[in-house]
């Protein structure tokens, strides 16, 4: 337009110079005015279409940018450093609109933390340390937001000095609570002591835990692409695989017991729950496997199963199994088909072998018998150690008692053969016990039960021979049990008490001592006799722990009477042979002296001619160890016994007490009178004292005082007594004689 003007200042100006009028040269530039306005008008035009077209192009760009960035989900951003101001787009309803707020206002929305983290991002980059800005941080609010920023500067002045910074942002929440879980499920993977495969649609591995490695011997890189099949057993079918691959497409999930091949080509057995996952977006089908390893597991329940149900020493069966296959069997059986039978059978004499060879011995021998029981047995036929040295036997072919006898004579024959251990031929026999279903009982304890009945009546009848049940031994065996049981609570109830037996002494005219003798005080048949309880105490060896009882009350007693100045009272304990061999009594009463501050001549011990015969030099090497502790042993109910004369004269004895069984008959027998003039000669050639026991009458009592007897005890002068009625016998206050002198006899001169 500049241009223009000047062509018609020219034109003007030429006019003027050729001489035009002035109303010529005004209708000139009127002419020239008009086309500049033409001119200005035609551009300004041009420039609004151009600025029309701009300003839509700019709508339209700002409409795309804003459906792009609500389709992206992203934000934009501008930070202008002069204000120090944030602009940033939001969404609000369907519209993304623009909010601008203080730098200040924007650092509290963000964790302190964080604040740190966007700060040295946009400081490295302003540095030119890093060509962007990229940063994640957390947003506050009800629930922590995380955001991605990028961005980078877009102004800057004329000397180069950033202006301004501008950029998007992200919301990546979803995406960081994902990954955390994701981080998390492999943590937890990685350290789980299970073992964890995980593999394709196509049963190939895609990775496996460092469990899964230690478990198959296999890397994580060997594996990767190989087929799961690479670790199948042959153990297991073809088909057994096909099975787990088809329901693994149908249910998704599948879950066994199965072995599996190592690296090394060991196998274990495995405990495997198999799960389909989809993975989206593309629907990609996985399979998680979590195995765990149970070989040692199942081997230590198969070997408690078998403990369980088998004898650990011999392999047999035990009782527990032997009843319950029994009565299985008996569930099933008809008694039309005839009598089922039960056979107990115990060894004879096992106890010796354990004695003399030792229990390692016994046991052998208990193996070597269940092998022959084994190879007597029939097909289907049970066996069992019931416990110690008893078996059983229920032949299931033996369905007639003529079967049953003929099969226990054949179990008979079978022991005649001796049995082999440790180089020595070892013979044993059986005694064995017969019952019968359903005769003796409906259930399988109750034949067992009859069995051990029997078996008890072959042992009575003597040994190596066969019995069938009889209700009646039966019945006495039970009573039997009910008594150990009830002495085996009389024990743990204190229910045990003493009662004392003077011995009179002819020669001091007075009592001398007292025989401890034990009673059971039964809470509701008073007081019980020895007879009843001492052999069971004897058999279930609690006349061990009694004895000691016995002998700790006895000897305390002594010690009270001796206080009260009856220093001159001994007290006689008759003494088990089980307590002689349990090899400490001596060490026993040394001490129990020791702490009652009482002498060994307190004490007399009485032991049976049986007794000291069974092992003659275990009971000399015995009788000197008490005899050193001061105290004195008697010979009870001498005579009755087969003592040898040479052991006698050998035996560190003091005392022979003569049985009742002799005394009885004086002075009217005169084999009687004969055997007691022996003794005595006997005794005073050995320098021994003598007792008469069982001393009843008053011509027994004259009779034994004239031949020279030391001392006498018996009903004659006292009853066994409780210990409040010694102490008054001790005092004069309660004595039935009070000298034989009254009655004659040697010392009455």
């Known amino acids: 337009m500049t241009g223009a003007l000047a062509l018609a200042a020219a034109s003007v100006a030429s006019a003027q ?42 709508r339209e760009r700002d409409e795309h940018l804003q459906l792009a960035l609500k389709a992206s989900s992203d934000g934009y951003w501008h930070y202008d450093l002069g204000s120090d101001s944030v602009l940033y787009s939001a969404p609000d309803g369907s519209q993304v609109v623009e909010r601008r707020v203080p730098s200040t206002t924007f650092r509290g929305w963000v964790p302190a933390e964080d604040v740190g983290k966007i700060e040295g991002a946009i400081a490295r980059h302003l540095a030119g340390q890093e060509r962007e800005i ?63 495969a995980v593999s394709n649609a196509s049963h190939e591995y895609v990775t ?38 088809t329901e693994l497409e149908s249910s998704g999930q599948w879950q066994g017991e199965l072995w599996q091949r190592r690296k090394n080509g060991e ?37 408690l199963q078998r403990l369980a149900s088998h004898d650990p020493l011999t392999g047999v069966g035990n009782r527990n199994a032997f009843l319950q296959q029994l009565d299985a069997l008996i569930a099933a059986s008809d008694a039309a088909a005839g009598p089922l039978g039960v056979l107990e059978i115990d060894l004879d004499r096992l106890k010796q072998v354990n004695e003399n ?12 018998v269940a092998l022959r029981l084994q190879a007597c047995l029939s097909e289907g036929d049970l066996l069992a150690r019931l416990g110690s040295d008893e078996f059983a036997i229920a032949p299931i072919s033996a369905r007639t008692p003529e079967a049953l006898v003929w099969y226990a004579q054949f179990l008979i024959s079978a022991f005649a053969e ?81 009662v004392y037996q003077p011995r009179y ?129 008697a010979i009870d109910d001498f005579g009755t016994g087969y003592s040898s004369l040479a052991y006698l004269r050998k035996l560190p004895i003091d005392i022979l007490k003569i049985d009742k069984a002799f005394v009885a008959d004086v002075p009217g027998d005169a084999d009687s009178s004969v055997i007691i003039e022996t003794v005595l000669g006997m005794a005073r050639t050995l320098k021994l004292k003598v007792v008469a026991e069982g001393v009843e009458n008053e011509a027994q009592a004259r009779f034994l005082a004239n031949l020279g007897i030391d001392e006498i005890q018996g009903y004659w002068y006292s009853r066994p007594i409780l210990v409040e009625n010694a102490l008054a016998l001790l005092e004069g206050r309660g004595a039935k004689h009070a000298s034989l002198r009254s009655v004659g006899g040697p010392q009455a001169g």
């Open 267 to 303: 196998e274990l057995l495995v405990a495997l729950r198999t799960s389909r996952i989809v993975l989206a977006p593309d629907n990609e089908r996985l399979y998680v496997s979590v195995l765990s390893d149970i070989t040692v597991r199942r081997r230590n329940e198969h070997r």
């Open 357 to 368: 060879l030792g229990h390692d011995a016994g046991d052998e021998l208990l193996q070597a």
């Open 505 to 633: 002494s002819v020669a001091a005219g007075r009592v001398t001592g007292f025989e401890a003798l034990l009673r059971w005080r039964h809470p509701e048949r008073g007081l019980v006799g020895p007879d009843e309880f001492v052999p069971l105490l004897e058999e279930t060896g609690l006349v061990v722990p009694v004895g000691r009882w016995v002998l700790s009350e006895a000897l305390a007693q002594v010690r009270e009477w001796r206080q009260r100045g009856h220093d001159y009272i001994s007290v006689s304990v008759n003494v088990s042979q089980r307590q002689i061999h349990e090899g400490s009594l001596h060490q026993f009463i040394a001490i129990l002296l020791n702490e009652l501050g009482l002498r060994g001549d307190a004490l007399e011990l009485e032991i049976t001619e049986s007794q000291l015969m069974d092992d003659p030099d275990e009971a000399i090497a015995m009788l000197e160890d008490l005899h050193r502790l001061g105290l004195r042993v």
């Open 17 to 58: 110079d050729a001489g035009w009028e002035a109303s010529d040269t005004h209708h000139l530039l009127e002419w020239l005015v008009l086309v500049f306005v033409v001119l200005v008008v035609q551009r300004y035009r041009g420039r609004v279409r151009e600025l029309a077209r701009t300003q839509a192009a700019l």
């Open 208 to 245: 496996v835990n460092p469990a899964f490695e230690q478990m198959t011997g296999f890397c994580a890189d060997e594996l990767a692409g190989q087929p799961v099949a690479l670790l199948h057993s042959d153990r297991h079918e073809p088909a057994f695989y096909r099975r787990i691959r």
């Open 134 to 196: 990229e940063v994640e941080f957390r947003l506050n609010g009800e629930q922590i937001r995380w955001l991605q920023l990028r961005g980078s500067t877009v102004l800057r002045a004329d000397d180069g000095r950033p202006l301004r910074l501008a950029g998007t942002y992200r919301d990546i929440t979803a995406f960081r609570r994902a990954q955390r879980a994701s981080r998390i499920a492999e943590e937890v993977i990685e350290s789980m002591h299970e073992a964890v």
């Open 418 to 498: 001796p049995f082999m251990v440790r180089g020595r031929a070892i013979t044993v026999t059986p005694s064995i016990g017969i019952s019968l279903w359903p005769e003796h009982g409906a259930e399988a304890r109750h034949l067992v039960n009859a069995a051990d009945s029997a078996m008890y009546e072959a042992k009575a009848a003597g040994r190596n021979t066969f019995r069938f049940h009889s209700q009646a031994r039966y019945q006495a065996l039970r009573e039997r049990l009910d008594l150990e049981r009830r002495i085996r609570q009389a024990v743990e109830r204190n229910e045990f008490l003493l």
